[in-house]
């Protein structure tokens, strides 16, 4: 059985979604629903894209993936296609009443220009601007009642160059491939991330959205593979605030299940054409390692853990929830990452233009959607989603067509509730 995970954090749980894969052998973790399918017969990439298959990652063709969907979506807001949003037995999960091409059709034209000068800017504001900023800031008053803030800003501004190197690898940054592996190197190796290596594996996880077996990096456990982790490593996987730091151990060796590292170029994550693109971004994660050990030596250990260590474990907090969110003040800061639903389903758009993106297919999703939970100033109701997941959400059924989230009562010894 072909796996699929859908989630209520964005649009509805959607059955009617159909993807052609030809996947190698990959597994995945997500949020709310999975839902199973057989595997269906490999698509045509000569379909019209007004017919009911439409090729989501039309960006990328060096895989061989193909992720098709079937998707339809309403044009009232009280009523859709005939389906009343306030009648009881309205359900979800029903095969919405749109095709993909419909929500593309809904979207301003100006939204998919790619402006190099643009994307730009934002890299030197956040580099020159604010990280350098902050760190001459901190070095310069070097106290502590200035290191903590400076731990949470900074980290928080890690977290928007990483969001930056993100739009270099889907291609959003620039039309200009050399721009984007430059600028998304730079980025992404200052933050310890082989660009490279994490570009393709993001690319797996675009077009395996929401598969269980194929999806990258966002997959749920299944109940076999969960059982057979020790009691020590599934409760630090569900415990704050280890999830948290698990990241760079995920670049290393992947998610429970899965084989390879980002950094190695054997790794079955990548094809044989893609050897050199995983030895170029290693050489520059090494190069930034050893500007590290130089740093260390230059201005001392205290200095450069608290200017960049502190920061960096801060950072990873960001990527923990990547579906429709509000971040309140963050938003902006982070390039709007928190609008994911469009980004997921076309992620060419530039960052600054999925606010725009996303009200203009609002009318065509209807009730699909489901617009996030209002922030304040700081995106503090998170942290209650979070613990909620690490309580709950602790793997799927290895069966049956359509799986759930399910709790293990045992796993912190008594069962715990909301």
């Known amino acids: 059985m072909a796996s699929w995970v859908l989630s209520e954090c964005g649009l509805r749980p959607l059955p009617g979604i159909r993807f052609y894969a ?21 698509y045509s990439s000569s379909s019209s894209s007004s017919s009911s298959s439409f090729k989501v990652s039309t960006w990328s063709k060096r895989r061989n993936f193909v992720g098709p969907l079937n998707v339809i979506a309403p044009f009232e807001t009280q009523t859709v296609n005939g389906i009343d949003e306030d009648d009881d037995k309205f359900d979800p999960a029903a095969p919405p009443p749109f095709k993909l091409a419909d929500i593309r059709a809904a979207i301003p034209k100006h939204c998919w220009v790619k402006d190099p000068w643009r994307s ?36 928080t501004m890690f977290w928007a160059l990483f969001v930056l190197g993100h739009d270099c690898g889907h291609g959003s940054f620039s039309n200009n491939t ?45 109940e076999k593979i969960y059982r ?44 044989t054409n893609e050897r050199k693109d995983i030895i170029t971004s290693t050489a520059c994660w090494a190069a930034m390692v050893g500007l590290l050990v130089y740093l260390y030596f230059a201005m001392g250990p205290i200095q450069l853990l608290k200017l960049y260590s502190t ?12 579906l429709d969110r509000d971040y309140g003040w963050i938003n902006n800061i982070h ?15 530039p960052h600054y233009h999925l606010i725009e993106a996303t009200e203009a297919v609002k009318p065509v999703l209807g009730k699909y959607y489901r617009e996030p939970q209002k922030s304040g100033p700081f995106p503090f109701y998170l942290v209650g989603v979070l613990i909620r997941s690490m309580r709950k959400d602790h793997y799927v059924s290895d069966s049956g067509d359509v799986v759930y989230y399910q709790t293990d009562p045992q796993l912190y010894g008594a069962n715990k509730s909301d």
Do not use: C
């Open 22 to 42: 030809t996947p190698k052998s990959r597994s995945s973790l997500s949020l709310n629903n999975i839902f199973k399918f057989s595997t269906l017969p490999a």
């Open 120 to 155: 730009m800017s934002y890299v030197l504001r956040d580099v020159v601007v604010v990280v350098v900023g902050l760190a001459a800031v901190a070095a310069y008053f070097n106290n502590w009642i200035v290191w903590p803030l400076y731990w949470i800003a900074q980290g």
């Open 178 to 222: 050399a721009l984007n592996s430059v600028a998304g190197h730079l980025l992404h190796s200052s933050i310890l991330v082989p660009y490279h290596g994490w570009r393709i594996s993001h690319r797996t996880h675009h077009q395996n959205h929401g598969h269980v077996e194929n999806d990258e990096s966002w997959h749920p456990l299944s």
């Open 228 to 271: 057979s982790l020790d009691n020590a490593t599934r409760l630090l996987r569900f415990t704050l605030p280890f999830p948290m730091l698990a990241y760079p151990i995920y670049l290393w060796g992947r998610s429970p299940g899965k084989k390879g590292s980002h950094f190695h170029p054997d790794s079955d994550l990548f094809d």
């Open 311 to 322: 920061p960096y474990w801060s950072y990873l907090r960001g990527g923990l929830t990547t």
């Open 335 to 349: 390039h709007d990452i928190g609008i994911h639903v469009i980004h997921h389903l076309f992620p060419q758009i």
